[in-house]
């Protein structure tokens, strides 16, 4: 049963601060590592991706860094803002299906 | 362009009544997944279905749930005989061949 394991579970960062997710997974036979944010009430929206051939990707003030041997992957959001308080989820789409981890809720004090 | 389309948004049923969530993919999207979420929880698989075909399972409650991915239409989440249980927001989510997801709005339903 492949797994995708996220930490922490909530963090509260300072405006201007930045926010770091991790994310690590078992599954080898992998196209691709997305992060998905989710306000409430709302659907998950793909946010970034990153491919495992590449170590690093960067989407404005959001980060993808890849470790390959360590099976991790990590979202970094630079210069946090109150608008970026939400749900994160990285998924492993490895497999048939795609399993997502449990979700890291980010609260970014004004 | 439109988006992933689940309707209902809301659903209300009573316990023992059958739920009907509906999924409408992206265009050119042949894969659908749909995910159960309880409040304050995470995404929790429940199928992965491609045009006629259910490709995994492995999530859906083996009783009073299924679903299906007709050739025509869009793709259908049944719940029978609802319990309290069930309340939760589903999501609808669709790809093509690379996998990457959207997904839509959700529904969620509320077992009264």
């Known amino acids: 049963q492949q797994q995708v394991k996220q930490s922490p579970q909530s963090l509260i960062v300072q405006k201007g601060g930045i926010s770091i997710i991790n994310c690590a997974y078992e599954?080898?036979?992998?196209?691709?590592f997305p992060w998905y944010q989710q306000f409430p009430g709302k659907g998950p929206a793909l946010l970034i991706a990153?491919?495992?051939?590449?170590s690093e990707k960067k989407e404005g003030r959001f980060t993808i860094s890849f470790n390959k041997s360590a099976k991790q992957f990590s979202l970094h959001i630079m210069d946090s803002q109150p608008g970026d308080s939400a749900t994160y989820f990285c998924?492993?789409?490895?497999?048939?299906?795609?399993?997502f981890g449990a979700g890291t809720r980010l609260f970014v004090k004004a | 362009n439109a988006g992933v389309m689940q309707n209902p948004r809301h659903l209300v049923r009573r316990r023992g009544q059958e739920a009907r969530l509906r999924c409408s993919p992206m265009k050119g999207h042949s894969h659908v997944y749909w995910y159960r979420q309880l409040p304050e929880e995470g995404l929790k698989f429940m199928v992965y279905?491609?045009?006629?075909?259910?490709?995994?399972e492995s999530g859906m409650p083996k009783e009073r749930f299924s679903a299906e991915f007709p050739k025509e239409g869009p793709s259908i989440l049944r719940i029978q005989q609802v319990v309290r249980g069930d309340s939760a927001a589903y999501f609808c989510?669709?790809?093509?061949?690379?996998?990457?997801?959207?997904f839509g709005q959700g529904t969620r339903l509320t077992v009264v």
């Open positions: 990153i491919r495992p051939d590449v």
């Open positions: 599954n080898t036979a992998f196209d691709y």
């Open positions: 279905l491609q045009k006629e075909n259910i490709i995994d």
């Open positions: 998924a492993d789409t490895g497999g048939f299906k795609t399993i």
């Open positions: 989510a669709s790809s093509s061949a690379n996998r990457k997801a959207f």
